[in-house]
């Protein structure tokens, strides 16, 4: 029997039989498209090749994150049950969602003083929040106690690469992180940003590269460089990716052919659509554990 309920959000970005086969309940973010309002439900209401060619055709998203009433409503009925929670949230650097969890929390443990509640931020994003879930959810079912485990993610979060390209600025564009011009020119001359999560959970662009199949040799550089035992990383590597499952596809086909040692194949995934609303199509997204992010 699991010794404590663990549960998350929809930007974990992870199947919805994921969940259901490891029992992680999940809370969905909230967006608006085209006027309309969405529950981020893993691709249910929307699918995900429809939600990226709306965007590819214009429409711009806008995401509202999980409430505090969300939070007591998922977690009272264990408290009632007698059972702990240990919740992981999206990176403080991209969302308040964190702050609306704890002070769910505080308010449900007035009610239930003998339980525990212990909510963490992940520091990360998409399938690497995800993989920070799986290696939580790995801990609950050896038999770590609710403390082991909130402790070794704290612990061990900020070890979790997140790696990140795109092959369409448009997203760039539209959110202002770009120029008219530097879009222009970009996008003609093939220009791929490649970013990754700080140690505070913030996204930072790191280098451009001129052409798709640069970047993808790059990204793989970086877990070469990063990665816990260079090319004998024995740990899971996950892949998310918004509308270009092609491009993961090879760089999860150059991971396996160099890293021979990984734990099972790349588990590849859909960017959802809270992150992808910022990403728009085009972005792939590599996620393994290997030497502390700094900065």
Same mark, same amino acid.
């Given at each position: 029997m699991a010794q404590f309920v663990l549960t998350c959000c929809s930007?974990?970005?992870?199947?919805?039989?994921? *969940?259901?086969?490891?029992? =992680?309940?999940?809370?969905? *973010?909230h967006f608006t498209l085209d006027g309309q309002d969405y529950e981020d439900d893993l691709g249910k209401s929307v699918s995900f090749d429809q939600f990226y060619e709306r965007i590819a055709h #214009?429409?711009?998203?806008?995401?509202?994150?999980? $409430?505090?009433?969300?939070?007591? @409503?998922?977690w009272e009925? *264990?408290?009632?049950? #007698?059972?702990?929670?240990?919740?992981?949230?999206?990176?403080? @650097?991209?969302?308040?969602? *964190? $702050?609306?969890a704890c002070i769910a929390r505080d308010q449900l443990l007035e009610k239930y003083p003998e339980r525990q509640i212990f909510v =963490?931020?992940?520091? &990360?994003?998409?399938? &690497?929040? #995800?993989?920070?879930?799986d290696t939580a959810c790995s801990l609950r079912d050896a038999g770590a106690s609710i403390t082991e485990a909130a402790d070794w993610i704290?612990?061990?979060?900020?070890r979790l690469h997140h790696w990140f390209f795109s092959t369409d600025l448009t997203s760039y564009l539209r959110g202002g992180r770009i120029s008219k011009t530097a879009y222009a020119f970009g996008t003609m001359l093939g220009i791929c940003p490649l970013l $990754?999560?700080?140690?505070? @959970?913030?996204? =930072?662009? !790191?280098?451009?590269? !001129? &052409?798709?199949?640069?970047?993808?040799?790059?990204?793989?550089?970086?877990m070469e460089q990063h990665?816990?035992? @260079?090319?004998?990383?024995? #740990?899971?590597?996950?892949?998310? $990716?918004?509308?270009?499952?092609?491009?993961? !596809?090879?760089v999860a086909d150059l991971i396996e052919a160099r890293f021979k040692k990984l734990d099972g194949k790349v588990m590849i995934n859909s960017v959802g659509t809270t992150i992808g609303s910022h990403t728009g199509p085009g972005t792939v997204a590599l996620f393994f554990f290997g030497d502390e992010r700094k900065d």
């Open positions: 930007t974990a970005d992870l199947p919805a039989e994921y *969940f259901e086969a490891h029992q =992680i309940p999940w809370l969905a *973010f #214009g429409a711009e998203p806008v995401t509202s994150q999980v $409430n505090i009433s969300q939070y007591e @409503g998922c009925p *264990f408290l009632q049950e #007698g059972k702990d929670i240990l919740h992981l949230t999206l990176s403080t @650097g991209l969302s308040g969602t *964190f $702050n609306s =963490i931020d992940s520091l &990360g994003a998409s399938s &690497g929040y #995800g993989l920070l879930v704290t612990q061990h979060r900020l $990754n999560m700080d140690h505070l @959970g913030r996204l =930072i662009p !790191r280098d451009k590269y !001129r &052409g798709k199949k640069h970047v993808i040799q790059e990204i793989v550089k970086r990665a816990d035992g @260079g090319l004998d990383y024995s #740990g899971k590597c996950f892949i998310s $990716n918004s509308a270009c499952y092609v491009d993961a !596809r090879a």
